[in-house]
């Protein structure tokens, strides 16, 4: 079947049942969005591809409707009602993204900087967004509320803190060694009226733990800074009961203190989201 045939063949099925273009239909509309793109690929110019272009064009109307409804929603502090048809599930491993981050992206409307140098210094390591679906699962397993302080290590463009604060109310903070994404994240969450979230330039080794209930990691540094980094929080554990929220290779390191528990049946897992909490 020629790839003008596979676009009608869509096309007539879209237009036989058009629940995606109700505004909550998000998920439905990027599955369709993404078959459309991938059949264009190699279909001719003509009547078909035509035709596709315009139901894309229409659907990303819709999401743009949804994306400043939602935004609005969120401004009035209403952002996890507005949010709450997407958040259920079972949550998948891997670092991977879905549909719930196309979603965010839209949003909150992040404008991502260019990096004059993007690689990072020894110890560090390459930002990438936690995937949405990790927030939302470390939020319920940690039993992250209102009543909270979150620090993010490593926030990159503040999706972390945006999302927490979002569909917790916590008060929310980033530490990041990028100004400009500092800058980013700070426009993006001015512009949603989250006053509760605040971002930082500077180094994690040095930042401001006093007060922080809850330290989320998506392994931002290896060796020698992760281990500073730990000794802080650790000392800070003295004080009070934590919860250490963990992504990525850094578990295996969290799992081997005797100060953290964690009642997940793996706490090495590198694939999902791990909770510590600290022993008393």
Do not use: K, N, Y
């Given at each position: 079947m020629s790839e003008s045939a596979v676009l009608n063949t869509w096309i007539a099925r879209l237009l036989a049942n058009e629940g995606w273009r109700e505004p909550a239909a998000f998920v439905d509309r990027a599955d369709a969005m993404d078959r459309l793109d991938l059949h264009l690929v190699g279909a001719p110019y003509g009547d078909a591809r035509d035709r596709a272009e315009r139901l894309i064009e229409a659907?990303?109307?819709?999401?743009?409707d949804l994306f400043d409804h939602l935004r609005q929603r969120i401004r009035v502090g209403e952002g996890r009602q507005a949010l709450s048809p997407w958040l259920g599930g079972a949550v998948s491993p891997g670092q991977h993204y879905d549909a719930l981050d196309a979603l965010l992206a839209g949003v909150l409307a992040i404008d991502e900087p260019e990096?004059?140098?993007?690689?990072?210094p020894p110890e560090m390591v390459f930002y990438q967004p936690t995937p949405a679906r990790h927030i939302v699962d470390g939020i319920r397993r940690a039993s992250i509320s209102a009543g909270d302080i979150?620090?993010?290590l490593g926030s990159g463009l503040g999706h972390v803190p945006m999302l927490v604060h979002v569909l917790t109310g916590a008060r929310t903070r980033g530490v990041e060694r990028h100004p400009a994404y500092v800058d980013s994240a700070a426009r993006a969450a001015?512009?949603?009226?989250?006053g509760g979230v605040s971002f930082v330039a500077g180094d994690a080794r040095e930042a401001r733990l006093a007060g922080v209930d809850v330290f989320y990691l998506f392994t931002p540094f290896l060796g020698g800074v992760l281990r500073d980094v730990l000794a802080r929080i650790e000392a800070e554990a003295a004080s009070r009961p934590l919860r250490v929220?963990?992504?990525?290779?850094?578990?295996?390191?969290?799992a081997r203190m005797p100060w953290l528990r964690s009642d997940d049946p793996d706490p090495s897992a590198t694939d999902r989201i791990v909770v510590f909490r600290s022993s008393p």
């Open positions: 659907m990303e109307a819709i999401d743009r990096i004059d140098d993007p690689s990072p979150v620090l993010d001015s512009a949603l009226a989250l929220v963990v992504l990525g290779p850094c578990a295996r390191t969290f």
